[in-house]
């Protein structure tokens, strides 16, 4: 299944904590984005990123922080600061500007 | 940037029947349009894609519409089964000389009664 994975598929996060959401890819794709779903909001981008030590805010990016120093990884912090975290995170990859996106399982973050 | 505007967020059919799920976007250098199905719990994965080169696309009981100038396009979906279930999102992104992220709608959810 895949070629891109996200972990875990559950997590659990107790408030003011800062929780990081693995996303791990071996397609040798060069951009890779974070999504977040939420019920009747569609897929909102958080950040992206098109090669490797570079990435750009995308529409909700307060409360998150990125890295890239692997082109095969690019891991979500969701940070204390970031008020309502409780939801579907999707991470996804594309190879060129010419293709499609592939994405991840998801990981469901729950604030308890 | 771009926006999508997707509708309705909701349809439910009986089996058998014909479905239709319409987008309208903004930018006028998309073009590049995917359909995303999402089943429960599970990812996003893309099931019909058009771009701006032509208006149909088909491909089994899926089709897609495309009109450039009213910058709308359109998901059909024919002879309706229960396993069509799910969220459907649609996109619109360039692939040169704009934003090359892909804008989704919000999504709408297709419940196809047995």
């Known amino acids: 299944d895949g070629g891109i994975t996200q972990s875990p598929k559950y997590l659990f996060r107790k408030e003011g904590q800062n929780v990081t959401l693995s996303c791990e890819q071996n397609?040798?794709?060069?951009?890779m984005y974070w999504y977040r779903q939420d019920p009747g909001q569609g897929l909102r981008l958080i950040y992206y990123s098109q090669i490797v030590n570079d990435f750009q805010k995308g529409d909700i990016a307060e409360g998150y922080s990125v890295s890239r120093e692997k082109k095969e990884s690019f891991p979500l912090t969701v940070t204390s600061a970031q008020k309502n975290p409780t939801a579907f995170y999707l991470c996804?990859?594309?190879?060129?500007?010419?293709?499609?996106?592939?994405f991840g399982q998801g990981t469901r973050l729950t604030v308890v | 940037g771009e926006n999508v505007e997707q509708h309705p967020s909701t349809l439910s059919v009986q089996e058998g029947d014909s479905a239709v799920i319409k987008c309208t976007y903004s930018?006028?250098?998309?073009?590049?349009f995917p359909w995303y199905k999402q089943e429960l719990g599970k990812r996003p994965q893309l099931i019909i894609d058009?771009?701006?080169?032509?208006g149909e696309k088909k491909d089994q009981r899926i089709a897609v519409t495309l009109n450039k100038t009213a910058k709308h396009f359109s998901l059909h979906i024919t002879e309706t089964q229960p396993e069509d279930s799910a969220v459907y999102f649609c996109?619109?992104?360039?692939?040169?000389?704009?934003?090359?992220?892909?804008?989704f709608g919000r999504g709408t959810s297709l419940i196809v009664h047995p």
């Open positions: 397609l040798n794709h060069d951009a």
């Open positions: 996109a619109a992104r360039a692939t040169s000389g704009g934003s090359y992220i892909p804008t």
């Open positions: 058009i771009r701006s080169n032509v």
């Open positions: 930018d006028s250098a998309s073009n590049y």
């Open positions: 996804a990859s594309r190879v060129s500007m010419n293709t499609e996106a592939f």
